[in-house]
């Protein structure tokens, strides 16, 4: 198992110095989950949520969290984002017997640089899911956010690295 690599020797958190490594691809991909009432996302689906396109404003809340990581995780890089897309998928259990109804998000995060993109793509599933609960909560205070995890990175030195399930 590796070291944790933002703390010093001395155990102090420390911001890890990338300056020595090199700049390549790199490349994220995140999802998550937001449980909801039908009723819930009928209203998102047929636009017709008091507050507007929850979706499209779900999307630009994610896109910019990706760009504002740094200012949120106290120990992340400012990156040069080359690229940032949020993707939405409506899921309804009437169609999928293991599934519940809801919203699922996926981030794809990308820069060239020293260091990865990780964090970035997590953070925009996440601000983008809670978007969707902040411009919905008045009709459902129950959706429930869940399974946020990295799928898949690529670029640096671990290389390309798949989720498992």
């Given amino acids: ?6 703390f010093d020797a001395q155990g102090q958190a ?11 691809q790199r490349r994220a991909i ?3 989950r937001i449980h909801m009432l ?3 996302l009928a209203l998102i689906e047929n636009g ?9 404003i779900a999307r630009v809340a994610g896109i910019m969290a990706a760009k504002k990581t740094s200012e949120l995780i106290p120990l992340c890089h400012p990156l040069a984002l080359t690229h940032v897309s949020v993707v939405f998928d409506t899921v309804h ?13 996926t981030a794809t995060v990308e820069t060239v640089g020293p260091t990865g993109v990780e964090i970035e793509a997590l953070t925009a599933v996440q601000v983008a899911l809670l978007t969707i609960y902040d411009m919905c909560k008045a ?16 670029g640096g030195k671990s290389g390309h690295w798949v989720a498992s399930n």
């Fill in 93 to 105: 259990a009437a169609t999928d017997p293991y599934a519940q109804d809801g919203v699922r998000c």
């Fill in 30 to 32: 995140a999802s998550g």
């Fill in 38 to 40: 039908p009723a819930t």
């Fill in 48 to 56: 017709t949520a008091k507050k507007g396109d929850v979706l499209g």
């Fill in 1 to 6: 198992m590796s070291t944790l690599t933002h």
């Fill in 139 to 154: 009709v459902d205070r129950g959706m429930t956010i869940t399974d946020v995890k990295l799928l898949e990175k690529q």
């Fill in 14 to 24: 420390h911001m890890v110095d990338v300056a020595a490594k090199a700049s390549t």
